[in-house]
């Protein structure tokens, strides 16, 4: 059940990190895929809002196509994160809210070294990221 | 929609946060005011510049609010005001506030703090009674920018203050836009 890739995006769609793991093909251009990731989650995001029989709503949670599951978490803040898996995994929400509350809170946002909206560059996030990613039961 | 208890949700979160020292946490505070003072020289400034610090604070602790208080998006511009009270305040400062005098189009609301522990200890000297320096203007500052952060801009004042003899502290919060989400552009 591998782990592909994990993208975090600000509310302006700069990609603030971009960390992958068991991914099988290569992207021939990551920057180029980065953005249109952010640019499927935007319009999906519309999509869905605008289907929904109630309003507000919170958006999507995840979709599957028959090679991979994309899971995502958009903070009211406007952060998004987006990990992508193997379609064997589950709900994934509480894994992202993990790495948002413990990781991206206490690690980025805290760091004074962090420019809201520049790429993250502390270290210690990429370290505990990691470490906690091999801890999740579908990493294998 | 029920409305959220966010009296409970700000005491839940208060007790999970981590606490600093309230004495250190005050003079720390003066230190820095006295320093802009004395860097500045120049009270307009120096609010300027405690009004900036707290927009990026603000920036900031929005994240830390949402993820540590669970409480989800605000629904609308008044919704946002009890969160502000009830949890921002409780779970960063410890204090209760109250959201008072919103205006016919809930536009424009006062947030009241019957005590500000920035100003624990703190006594203005004449000449600075006299100018018109908001000594506890970060706090404003981080109110516009948490808020910007939800996507509701808005100005903010201090419009009564303790230290100036006012019975409470009173901080004005005028919603300017509702900031809306821009589609990511294209690049070629």
């Known amino acids: 059940m591998p782990l592909y890739s994990l993208y975090i995006y600000d509310r302006t769609g700069t990609c603030l990190f971009y960390e992958q793991w068991q991914r099988k093909r290569q992207a021939v251009n990551l920057k180029e895929e980065q953005k249109l990731v952010y640019g499927l989650l935007f319009i999906l995001k519309q999509f869905s809002q605008k289907l929904s029989p109630k309003q507000p709503t919170d958006g ?16 009211p803040s406007g952060i998004r994160f987006v990990i992508t898996t193997d379609t064997s995994v589950g709900d994934l929400k509480d894994v992202l809210r993990h790495i948002y509350g413990q990781f ?36 294998s | 929609m029920a409305t959220k208890n966010y009296q409970r949700i700000g005491e839940v979160t208060f007790s999970r946060m981590e606490k600093v020292n309230a004495e250190l946490f005050t003079l720390t505070y003066g230190a ?42 605000c629904n609308d511009f008044k919704d946002a005001a009890e969160a502000l009270s009830k949890v921002g305040f409780k779970m960063f400062l410890g204090i209760n506030a109250r959201v008072q005098s919103f ?24 000449h600075l009674l006299r100018s018109n320096l908001s000594f506890s203007n970060i706090i ?38 509702l900031l809306e989400e821009k589609a990511p552009q294209d690049d070629d």
Do not use: W
């Open chain 2, 140 to 177: 404003s500052g981080v109110i516009r920018g948490a808020f910007e952060m939800a996507m509701f801009r808005v100005e903010t004042r201090f419009v009564k203050d303790q230290l100036r003899g006012d019975d409470v502290n009173e901080i004005r919060v005028i919603l300017k836009e």
């Open chain 2, 103 to 126: 205006n016919a189009d809930n536009t424009e609301f006062s947030v009241v703090l019957d005590e500000n522990p920035l100003a624990d200890f703190v006594e203005l000297p004449d």
């Open chain 2, 32 to 73: 820095v005011v006295t320093q802009l003072i004395k860097d500045y020289e120049n009270i307009d400034e120096v609010n300027k510049q405690l009004d900036k610090m707290g927009y990026n604070i603000g920036c900031r602790c929005i994240d830390e609010y949402f993820a540590k208080s669970n409480a989800g998006r």
């Open chain 1, 104 to 139: 991206f809170v206490e690690l980025v946002v805290k760091s004074p070294s962090y420019q809201p909206g520049a790429p993250i560059q502390t270290e210690g996030f990429s370290t505990a990221l990691n470490q906690f990613v091999r801890t999740l039961p579908f990493f």
């Open chain 1, 60 to 75: 999507f949670q995840r979709f599957t196509t028959n090679t991979y599951k994309m899971h995502y978490l958009e903070t």
